[in-house]
């Protein structure tokens, strides 16, 4: 995936906030390098202020995931800002901003990466091996991958700033 990040840059740049556009990214975890945990994904996130980008390709090949204002990391509530979003590349690039319906962004517990609420717009299993999207009110959006369950073929956690 990592050959993909320039396209996935140029893409997603212009929907970053301003201050972001042009930040280098940084690599803070990927599968293939960390082994699927969600624990060592926490670990290796940045600073409870510093945006996180997180990627995610399935096994069948549909690249989608979250644009985060703050680090992912684990929490006993929801954390984050408007900024966050969730997008897809099927096979253009859709974003799935903010509606204002909830503050539901994110939460991490030690079993659970859950984005947006009334239903997870994004959710990942402990392992990192399965996850979810349905159609969310923090996000209004669609499933983000071509399943509303899914096995994890890639992951990586971009540290923007």
Known sequence: MRGLRVR??????????????????HLQYCTRRDGFSLQTLYRSGGQPGSPALLLIRDTEEQAFGVFSSSAIRCSSGFYGTGETFLFSFSPELKVFRWTGRNNFFVKGDVNLLMVGGGRFGLWLDGDLHRGGSHRCDTFDNESLSAR?????RDLELWGLA
Request: proline residues 17%.
């Open 8 to 25: 996935y840059h140029l893409l997603l740049g212009p929907h970053l906030p301003p201050r972001l556009t042009y930040q280098p990214w």
């Open 148 to 152: 509303e369950e899914f096995c994890v």
